[in-house]
Structure formats: C-alpha cells, structure tokens
C-alpha cells in the first residue's frame, strides 16, 4: 500500500502541487456511508453493509472522517505523479499486481501505461469513470482520453485525445444504467494493455453501479483482457462504494483473492 506523491503522508507544495479538494462530512454520509437514505441514484436504497448509522455522530462514522486526507484538484497532476512514481516502484520491487479503488483506479490505469511489461493483472475495485464525462448533472467532461486525463498509447496511434471518435450508445444496457460512451467504430487498440488480465468490479448499491460496466466495455472495446463483475452476481449484497470497511468485508477479500488465482500467473 502506497502514498500518493503529494498526498498522506508524501509532501505537498502550492506552488509545486496546485490547489487541494476534499470530501465533506455530508458529501461522504451521500456518497459512501448512509447512501441508503440519502443517495440518489437508484441502487443506493439497497445498501445495508455500512456498520453503523452512517451519519456524523455514530462513532464509526467518525472514526472514518477521521481517517480522511486531502488530494490534488488536479487529476492531470495527480496521475502525471502517480505514473512516474509507480514506474520508479515496479523497477525497485519487480512485477506486480496492482489493486486500485475509486480515485486511485486510473493510477492502475497509467502505471500500467509506462511499465505494461511489470504488470501481472489489474484489480480495478470501483475505479473513476465512466469514460470520457463524469455521471453528474449535464455529464461534464472528464479523462479526455478515455480511461484517463493523460495519454495513453493507441493503435491506430493517437497524438490528440479529439482524435478519438465517440459514440453514445443508442439505449442502456439494462434498467438503472447510463448509456455508455465508447468510441465509434472500428475501435482503436489500447496496445499495452492486452497482456495481463484485469477485473473491474462494483458493489450492488454504490453510486458506481449505474456506470462501470462503461469502464470494462469501454476496455473490453480497446482489446484488453477485462472481466466484469458485479458483486451481487456472486451472492455478495448490500454493499456501497467504501467495501474493504463494510461489514462482509472479508467475503469480499476472498472473491478478489480467488479471481487472482484463477486469472494470474505465478
């Protein structure tokens, strides 16, 4: 488990850095600990794993506010850093798997972009998304270049993100999910990332549920080696955004574990 550069317990600098953004304690009650009565999208009422109310007050509650640090407002920044450092690791320690969640899932993304030949899989728990907006009121635009805010490398090649064509799907998949944004026909190839296999995952009730199946096809499209999952899928219920401090937990370790198994070389 690592620090981000500029984050935790790595130094941060203004003038170096830019500008901070944090959670506020109501942002957080919404989005990852009593979703079940205040989020809303349509899969949060079925949260019921959180350990506690939720709710500022409730001891666990206040103990993970607690717990709470700042990260860089930039995302260019953040995965600019996070991809030069994460390099700088697998070249100390060797080849690697790496586990992501949420903010951190396209730090998988770009780590894996500078050294594909270091990486034995990718667990994506959650990872930001959907491709290319943001799932928020007008679909701001968000990670030009798909997956991420900084390049990747695409065959045909490309040398600007405006230079991946996009198209919105015509309906959903299914009830409760967004229309996905994935490139047009015929697809350019994420070439370093067709190598190792990756799993991206989410929990039933979490504010990801109504979009990361855009993630996996969106990778899925680009040639990647990409299993999708949903966690209630494989009896595992309840869940929100937060599962590694939910009360099933342990459960959710052991599916990460068994896929690993079963998909990665030793």
Not at 99 to 114: M, R
Not at 127 to 147: D, M
Not at 252 to 258: G, K, P, R, S, W
Request: net charge neutral; aromatic share 8%.
């Amino acid at each position: 488990m690592v620090d981000q550069p500029a984050r935790g317990r790595s130094a941060w600098h203004p003038d170096v850095n830019g500008k901070l953004r944090m959670y506020t304690a109501p942002q957080i009650e919404q989005l990852f600990t009593a979703l079940a009565t205040l989020g809303n999208w349509p899969q949060a009422k079925l949260h019921t794993q959180w350990p506690g109310s939720g709710k500022r007050g409730d001891a666990t509650f206040d103990a993970f506010y607690a717990t709470q640090v700042e990260s860089l407002l930039s995302d260019v920044e953040t995965q600019t850093l996070n991809q030069v450092a994460g390099a700088a690791l697998l070249d100390k320690i060797g080849p690697a798997i790496l586990l992501t969640h949420s903010q951190s899932g396209p730090l998988g993304w770009v780590i894996a972009e500078a050294r594909p030949q270091m990486i034995k899989g990718i667990v994506a728990i959650e990872p930001s998304g959907p491709p290319f907006h943001n799932n928020a009121p007008g679909n701001p635009k968000a990670r030009a270049w798909g997956i991420t805010d900084i390049a990747l490398t695409y065959k045909p090649v490309v040398t600007a993100p405006e230079q991946i064509k996009t198209q919105v799907q015509v309906s959903p998949d299914g009830k409760d999910l967004i229309a996905c944004t994935l490139q047009a026909d015929p697809p350019r190839q994420l070439v370093n990332f067709q190598k190792f296999p990756i799993l991206v995952t989410v929990s039933e009730s979490s504010y990801h549920a109504p979009y990361d199946h855009c993630t996996a096809a969106y990778l899925k499209q680009a040639g990647a080696q990409i299993d999708f999952i949903r966690l209630p899928d494989r009896g595992i219920r309840g869940n929100g955004h937060m599962v590694m401090l939910e009360k099933n937990n342990l459960e959710i370790a052991d599916f990460l574990h068994q896929w690993m198994v079963s998909k990665i070389k030793s």
